[in-house]
């Protein structure tokens, strides 16, 4: 509220203040974050596009995947024609320099099929062996480039900064293997049939657990029967 005060006299009126709007960038490629566990030997992290105008092409453009080369190896690549959101498109895989994926799309005539300027269309997965998973650690996977982009509409090249193209790093996390949960008990071997006086026979209790491991319970209580009295009963584990 703003008040407005002349002399002895005042008055006042409201005003609405609006955040400023959020530009999302017209073209983003980013790597995963990705997560595997301790003893990993091997994590594979997709590439995506995620947004670019239906008018522009990528003319030769060149984005690369750094790696910390004391931690990883590069393994295998995976891209997918069929998933990428120029049509048609080549990628050309370029792992010559330790350390460096260095992926070119190039498309020298034909546009970008407005159906395909989706969200989160992959690229392709980069498989990297990991050289030494004993212990936790984070890895950040930088993105950079160079290249423009071409503007089929105004027949010049973009810098991709002044596009307002966004690259965004991806991670490798290595990480403590979740403790397994127990899922479920089951008894086996269990007596049913007793006479008033006789002593309750406990019998095998198998617990399982999220990964899939058994064992036998020894602590297992048992509780809701009465050999004093006579009848059909529910004995609760």
Do not use: C, H
């Amino acid at each position: 509220t703003v008040t407005v005060t002349f002399e002895d006299q005042t008055t006042t009126y409201d005003i609405t203040v609006a955040p400023k709007p959020v530009v999302e960038p017209d073209f983003i490629v980013k790597a995963d974050e990705v997560e595997v566990e301790v003893g990993a030997t091997t994590v594979d992290v997709p590439v995506r596009i995620t947004k670019m105008y239906a008018d522009k092409l990528i003319g030769g453009v060149t984005v690369e995947v750094n790696y910390d080369t004391d931690k990883f190896t590069f393994a295998e690549e995976d891209w997918t024609n069929g998933s990428m959101v120029v049509v048609p498109a080549d990628v050309i895989l370029n792992v010559m320099t330790p350390g460096l994926i260095r992926i070119m799309f190039t498309s020298a005539t034909d546009p970008i099929s407005a159906a395909m300027v989706a969200a989160d269309n992959v690229l392709g997965t980069v498989k990297l062996g990991i050289k030494d998973s004993s212990a936790p650690f984070e890895s950040v996977l930088n993105l950079t480039t160079n290249d423009d982009l071409y503007d089929d509409m105004a027949n010049t090249l973009i810098a991709m900064d002044d596009m307002g193209a966004s690259l965004k790093a991806g991670k490798v996390t290595v990480k403590e293997a979740a403790a397994p949960t127990l899922t479920g008990i089951a008894v086996s071997g269990a007596k049913t049939e007793y006479t008033v006086g006789d002593e309750f026979v406990a019998p095998t209790v198998t617990a399982t657990y999220s990964d899939g491991t058994t064992a036998t319970v020894e602590s297992a209580t048992f509780s809701g029967y009465d050999l004093s009295a006579e009848g059909t009963q529910t004995v609760t584990v």
